[in-house]
């Protein structure tokens, strides 16, 4: 977690960029300020604010002002309470734009995050039933089971669970996946252009394993995101479970109407 910035400078910067003459409220003004510093990286994740009463008298509002406005950013899981300290700035979560497939290492590069992982396990196993069904498996036939603990900048953000059939990819076990890419090892290894995938999300709560593993608290939820992958001719290529942390991690979708 970044050390907190001095309280002092928060009210000054905020202050800085209200203008009393503009027809845009208060509220939404400090509200906009405040997201701007955080994203310039000005309040560092974990910087806690000074108490109400102290920002209140230095930006000159009053507490309503000033609770609406932590509404805003509360409510877009930007900012966030912790006791014995108070109002302090969150991690900014990491945004999933669906109809992009990415993986979770180019997701964390596009965001200016380090990607790394831990591997929780790699074994030769019967499949599950949905990798089973998606690849269309004869009996005895195995899938290769990869599970890791995926990291952005140092911090867990994903426990995956991956299963890939055994015979399309010899010696896959040979490949260290806590420093290597899934997809660029199936791209450059084995010559496989992914092409698209379908994902289903849902919302769980974490089990025990999980808990510990994603550093989570009781209130916690997971964003658990099932993605079928398919290669350029459409043969199915990769299935996987992972759950994500729901306080870092969001997904967007783009949708049009239809009429």
Known sequence: MAEAAPAVEIETLVSSRIDRESPVPVYAQIAGSIRTLIRERALPPGTC????????????????TLRQAYSVLERDGIIGSRRGVGTVVRELRVDKKLPEMRSFTEEMAARGKAASSRLLGFQTTEPSFLAQEFFGLFEHQKVFQIRRLRLGDGQPIA??????PAHLFPNLDKIDFQTQSLYRVLEDRYGIQLARCSEEISAASPNRVQKQLLALDRSAALLVITRKSFAINDSPVEVSITAYRGDLYTASIDAVRVR
């Open 49 to 64: 604010f000074p108490p109400e009463r102290i920002m209140c008298e230095r930006i000159g509002v009053s507490k309503m």
């Open 159 to 164: 426990v995956e669970t991956v299963e890939l």
